[in-house]
């Protein structure tokens, strides 16, 4: 109904905007690690109608970045086994301002998959550790969660390396952060 109305001429940058999101949505349902090359092509046709939209309507109006992009599709390269077209979709998702953990979580889990536990650890400490650097002075919800999630994937790889310590700190560190996210809800 949003493309029917754009075409019938209701075209304005929050008409737009709704159906950049839809469509993103829609990749992310319309992967299948099984048939992944559509999804490449549905990638590909959302990036430019993404690309069209910030041209008419300026870039403050469009939220969905190339690197939200890039991360639903290497998502689908993971899962269908294609790590070497992940991984350069995942870097560069990475380096997007708005860079969500989910994409650090995947290159961790990435190369945990590689059999690399080492390069895991790293790149998941390091996103943890710049999560703590950079929290707001005030909590919020996604940066409590954030932090959580990272800190339970670096616990996991610190087990699998064996290092029963440090992989017990980080999951006291999850654990705080869900319980302090619990509270808050139930508040």
Request: hydrophobic content about 35%; some cysteine.
């Given at each position: 109904?949003?493309?029917?109305?754009?075409?019938?001429?209701?075209?304005?940058?929050?008409l737009?905007?709704?159906?950049?999101?839809?469509?993103?949505?829609?990749?992310r349902v319309?992967?299948?690690?099984?048939?992944?090359?559509?999804?490449?092509?549905?990638?590909?046709?959302?990036?430019?109608q993404?690309?069209?939209?910030?041209?008419?309507?300026?870039?403050?109006?469009?939220?969905?970045?190339?690197?939200?992009?890039?991360?639903?599709?290497?998502?689908?390269y993971?899962?269908?086994?294609l790590i070497?077209?992940a991984?350069?979709?995942?870097?560069?998702?990475?380096?997007?301002?708005?860079?969500?953990v989910?994409?650090?979580?995947?290159?961790?889990?990435?190369?945990?998959?590689?059999?690399?536990?080492?390069?895991?650890?790293?790149?998941?400490?390091?996103?943890?550790?710049?999560q703590?650097r950079?929290?707001?002075?005030?909590?919020?919800?996604?940066?409590?969660?954030?932090?959580?999630?990272?800190?339970?994937?670096?616990?996991?790889?610190y087990?699998?390396?064996?290092?029963?310590?440090?992989?017990?700190?980080?999951?006291?560190?999850?654990?705080?952060?869900?319980?302090?996210?619990?509270?808050?809800?139930?508040?």
């Amino acid at each position: 109904y949003l493309e029917e109305a754009q075409a019938a001429g209701g075209d304005n940058a929050d008409l737009s905007a709704e159906r950049l999101e839809l469509a993103l949505s829609r990749l992310r349902v319309h992967i299948d690690p099984d048939h992944i090359e559509p999804a490449t092509r549905e990638a590909e046709i959302l990036r430019a109608q993404v690309a069209d939209a910030r041209k008419r309507y300026g870039e403050g109006q469009v939220k969905i970045s190339d690197g939200d992009i890039d991360f639903e599709l290497a998502r689908g390269y993971v899962d269908a086994g294609l790590i070497d077209r992940a991984e350069p979709l995942l870097l560069k998702a990475q380096r997007e301002p708005e860079a969500s953990v989910e994409v650090t979580l995947t290159l961790g889990r990435l190369e945990l998959k590689r059999g690399d536990a080492t390069r895991a650890a790293t790149v998941l400490r390091e996103a943890l550790d710049n999560q703590q650097r950079n929290a707001p002075p005030e909590e919020t919800i996604p940066s409590v969660e954030g932090q959580s999630k990272l800190a339970r994937a670096l616990g996991d790889v610190y087990e699998v390396q064996g290092r029963l310590d440090d992989a017990r700190r980080c999951g006291r560190l999850a654990l705080r952060g869900w319980e302090r996210l619990m509270i808050e809800q139930d508040r």
